[in-house]
């Protein structure tokens, strides 16, 4: 069974997908394989040089700075990068969940909605939280200005609208609480996953 966990910008993701790690559910981050494969993959470094430039790259690899400077104001072009990276990660994922063998697995993607790719998913988990919440938390965690959170989240679905797409809301403001949440829904899809 394969489960997706999404939700905007600074909401947990990360937080929920390493509780069910915890569980021994194994999860696929879609962020981390991107880059991954972003530093990795030739076609796609080639892909990525011609429609941003060469200063795409530096020594050390991805320069994330400068794509989501650009990516982030301009519609168009985070399509276009969307176009590259969004394939590969999807037939890399694939791959993966044909080694996994535990009762489910999660894909941890930040977009899954804003894709339309909620077919590909047996169940599908939001996390949430307070909007100003979330920007206060990115703003802490990669020490960057309001205007840089602000751009991304102007890139993602409101809560509202995946709130009636999710089978499961996790609405995450006390730690406790949502491990508390994360461990029901563990014995929830374990049940499910008997069944099907
Ligand atoms: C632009 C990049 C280089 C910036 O890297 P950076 O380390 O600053 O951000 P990171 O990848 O950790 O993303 C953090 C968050 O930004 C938001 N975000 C990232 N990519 C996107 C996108 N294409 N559209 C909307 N929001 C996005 C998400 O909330 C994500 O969780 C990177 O985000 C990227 O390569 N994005 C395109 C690939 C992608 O879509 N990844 C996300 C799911 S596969
Ligand atoms: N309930 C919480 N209370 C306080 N801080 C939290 C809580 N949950 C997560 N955080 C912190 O908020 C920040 C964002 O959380 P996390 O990285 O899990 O979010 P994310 O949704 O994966 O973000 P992104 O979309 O940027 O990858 C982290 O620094 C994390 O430690």
């Known amino acids: 069974m394969i489960v997706g966990l999404t939700g905007g910008i600074?909401?947990?993701?990360?937080?929920?997908?390493?509780?069910?790690?915890?569980?021994?559910?194994?999860?696929?981050?879609?962020?981390?394989?991107?880059?991954?494969l972003m530093n990795a993959a030739p076609e796609i470094r080639q892909a990525i040089m011609l429609n941003f430039g060469e200063a795409a790259y530096t020594a050390s690899g991805l320069n994330r700075a400068y794509i989501s400077n650009l990516v982030f104001k301009d519609k168009k072009l985070l399509?276009?990068?969307?176009?590259?990276?969004?394939?590969?990660?999807?037939?890399?994922?694939?791959?993966?969940?044909?080694?996994?063998?535990?009762?489910?697995?999660?894909q941890e993607s930040a977009l899954i909605f804003e894709n339309q790719s909620e077919e590909k998913y047996d169940q599908i988990i939001l996390v949430?939280?307070?909007?100003?919440?979330r920007i206060k938390r990115?703003?802490?965690?990669?020490?960057?200005?309001?205007?840089?959170?602000?751009?991304?989240?102007?890139?993602?679905?409101?809560?509202?609208?995946?709130?009636?797409?999710?089978?499961?809301?996790?609405?995450?403001?006390?730690?406790?609480?949502?491990?508390?949440?994360?461990?029901?829904?563990?014995?929830?899809?374990l049940n499910k996953s008997v069944k099907q």
């Open 10 to 36: 600074g909401s947990g993701k990360s937080t929920v997908a390493q509780m069910f790690r915890d569980l021994g559910i194994p999860v696929y981050d879609s962020d981390r394989e991107a880059k991954l």
């Open 138 to 189: 990115v703003m802490k965690r990669d020490k960057v200005d309001r205007g840089k959170v602000e751009a991304r989240i102007n890139n993602q679905l409101p809560d509202t609208e995946k709130e009636k797409k999710a089978n499961f809301t996790i609405i995450n403001t006390n730690l406790g609480k949502t491990a508390e949440t994360v461990a029901k829904i563990h014995e929830i899809l």
């Open 79 to 106: 399509q276009k990068l969307n176009q590259i990276v969004h394939p590969a990660v999807a037939k890399h994922f694939s791959k993966w969940v044909q080694k996994q063998s535990t009762a489910y697995i999660i």
């Open 128 to 133: 949430t939280a307070p909007l100003e919440e």
